[in-house]
């Protein structure tokens, strides 16, 4: 009965706060506002004053309202006061050939150096990776291997590994059976085995745009052209620009990111995932999808994907450990469909088999309900971090800053002043201690030059604050 009592009151305190966060949403109560006392919430809504105190602290910990000593709790912080909302992008040319090569390299020289402000990393900080059950699940997963997990696992993965994938796919409305996942040392290998299964060099391969750095450095080490997509901030990918481009253009492979991209932090809504999948069906274009930030939606419940949608095998599902769990164990996999052969003769001309014991590791941590309860956690201070990182540059930054509002993921992508040179701040910044990603090496043509992204994978701290600051003075310092 105890135990009961204790899960009601979680769940109404959760609930409590979301209705009083919805109407800070919605305007009917502002920044500024005092809220009603602990004891009139207990009374009005009939809860505990312990349930009405959690309901407060969740808020206060989101950073949206806050406790002034003898005086009560006030908003602090509503998303309509938030950076203006970031529009779509101009449509830039069809087929890009350039490259940020020189720039990349710069960027990724800072992204591990300590000491810094890392602002520029889409990953978790070690406080949110549970390594002591890391380490746990890795200990109980050598004991139970016959041979220390010393030996090669088979070709397509760790069986225990791809059993516990299929599982997890029924959050995604998956119907999947572990014969039809194939492991992989990351997300990014998986993506490489899909588009050499599917394509050959000179092919085109439709993107978005902007896009995560390293996609379209994979099609140039691929000998891939690249059709880039106009991505906007709320609905991802402009499918109706793809149909037209299909009409001139032989592409012969799309890759996109519908959940939470990098960097726009756009998602797709289900309905136009469909719309793609059918698309892309009647041509008999394959699809690699890119889910690598599924799992990290601020929301009731998880996006759907591409592949739920996927009645004819041409859907390749990509995901891994590394942005929810583990960046090093390198623990990856794919839903190849129809082209799981060529998958398999891939990895076995590049790879072999995955490594043995960071694969039982991760297989461990997902049988005994350990990935769940630290998705849980994870889930709930992103988002927290997300609402503190916005509020801080709403007020750091100029005015005239645009940002989105990502409804899960790691990144902000943030639009400033027509006058600034990313580049030339993220430059600056560097001298200051604090990294940054330029929007520049975003995209194949450095075309976002105003446009910055900014992680907000670590905890918010006085650390974290200051960086912020100083970023809104260096960039006010190159407003002309």
């Known amino acids: 009965m105890i135990a009961e009592d204790h899960v009601r009151e979680d769940f109404l305190y959760a609930q409590i706060a979301d209705r009083l966060m919805a109407q800070i949403e919605k305007g009917t109560l502002k920044a500024g506002d005092k809220l009603i006392s602990l004891r009139a919430l207990s009374k009005e809504q009939g809860i ?37 909302r970031l529009l779509a992008h101009a449509q830039g040319p069809l087929i890009q050939k350039a490259n940020v090569d020189d720039m990349i390299r710069t960027v990724y020289k800072t992204m591990t150096h ?21 380490n746990k699940a ?88 690249i059709l880039e997509i106009p991505c906007h901030p709320d609905e991802g990918a402009d499918l109706e620009y793809l149909e037209k481009a299909l009409e001139t253009v032989p592409v012969r492979a799309v890759l996109f990111v519908p959940n939470f991209s990098n960097p726009t932090g756009a998602l797709m809504p289900d309905y136009r995932k469909k719309q793609l999948v059918e698309m892309l069906a ?26 739920s949608y996927d009645k004819n095998g041409l859907v390749m599902l990509c995901g891994s450990v590394s942005k929810t769990l583990a960046p090093g164990y390198r623990v990856g996999w794919c839903f190849p469909g129809k082209f799981k052969d060529k998958v398999l003769s891939t990895k076995i001309t590049h790879t072999v088999s995955s490594a043995t014991p960071t694969h039982a590791a991760v297989a461990n941590f997902f049988e005994t309900g350990r990935y769940d309860l630290h998705m849980r956690h994870l889930r709930k201070s992103l988002h927290t971090q997300c609402l503190r990182y916005v509020q801080a540059i709403s007020d750091y930054f100029p005015a005239d800053t645009r940002v989105v509002r990502p409804q899960g993921g790691y990144v902000l992508w943030i639009e400033l002043n027509a006058g600034v ?28 030059s105003n446009y910055i992204r900014i992680s907000f994978g670590a905890p918010y701290n006085a650390l974290i604050d200051a960086g912020l600051r100083k970023l809104g003075e260096l960039i006010g310092g190159m407003i002309r």
């Open 282 to 307: 009647e041509r008999q274009i394959p699809l690699i999808e890119d889910d690598i930030y599924g799992e990290m939606y601020f929301g009731k419940t998880r996006p759907g994907t591409c592949k």
């Open 138 to 225: 890795m200990i109980e997963a050598l004991r139970k291997s016959p041979h220390s997990c010393t030996q090669y696992e088979e070709v397509q993965g760790n069986r225990a590994l791809r059993q516990q994938i299929a599982k997890y796919a029924f959050n995604w409305k998956g119907n999947v059976s572990e014969d039809d996942v194939v492991t992989t040392q990351g997300c990014m290998e998986a993506l490489i085995f899909c588009l050499k299964a599917v394509t050959e060099p000179g092919d085109t391969v439709a993107i978005e745009n902007p896009i995560y750095f390293g996609i379209f450095n994979i099609m140039k080490s691929l000998g891939l052209k």
């Open 48 to 84: 505990s004053l312990s349930t009405a105190f959690k309901a407060y602290v969740e808020l206060e910990n989101k950073g949206i309202i806050e406790a002034r000593p003898k005086s009560g709790y006030f908003v602090r912080f509503s998303p309509l006061n938030a950076p203006e």
């Open 421 to 448: 040179n990313a580049f030339e701040l993220f430059e600056t910044a560097i001298q200051e201690s604090i990294s940054i990603a330029p929007g520049q090496i975003f995209s194949t043509d450095a075309r976002f």
């Open 114 to 134: 300590e000491r810094i402000v890392r602002l520029s990393v889409a990953a978790p900080s070690s406080e949110l990776i549970p390594e002591a059950k890391l």
